[in-house]
């Protein structure tokens, strides 16, 4: 396994050095839309090899105090399965310590991740605006 880096921040990260993430998501963000989330959340661990690939990031929106939200975690998928996943989201859950509530939603069938990790099942409710995302030919 290559040895990867854990950094905090979207400091000198660039648009290219976010291909190859958002497999599966029938609408992914653009790749200047994914730049811009990364600069625009409060909080942003990134994973990078040895020769400066980035192959996953985290980020976290919060309010320092009370809560915050852990939207994305993404790892490329040749990396998946090496605890680059867990390692940031640790690593995100260690930032906003002081936080009462962290809460996350995603699917399924990756729940069970985030079990292991300590997090706990509870009945969400979202609302989810399709249309205000980009269609793969933005891409």
Request: with cysteine; hydrophobic share 40%; net charge negative.
């Amino acid at each position: 396994m290559d040895a990867v880096t854990l950094s905090a921040g979207s400091e000198g990260l660039r648009r290219e050095d976010l291909a190859g993430f958002f497999v599966g998501w029938p609408h992914p963000p653009t790749l200047d839309d994914r730049l811009a989330i990364l600069r625009s959340a409060d909080e942003v661990v990134v994973c990078t090899t040895a020769d400066g690939s980035v192959v996953g990031f985290a980020t976290a929106i919060t309010d320092r105090r009370f809560a915050a939200y852990i939207p994305l975690v993404e790892v490329l998928p040749e990396y998946q399965g090496r605890g680059i996943g867990s390692r940031m989201v640790t690593a995100l859950l260690e930032r906003v310590q002081d936080c009462y509530m962290v809460d996350l939603v995603c699917d399924e069938d990756v729940a069970p991740f985030y079990e292991r990790l300590g997090g706990t099942r509870l009945t969400a409710v979202a609302w989810r605006n399709h249309e205000r995302l980009h269609t793969p030919d933005d891409a």
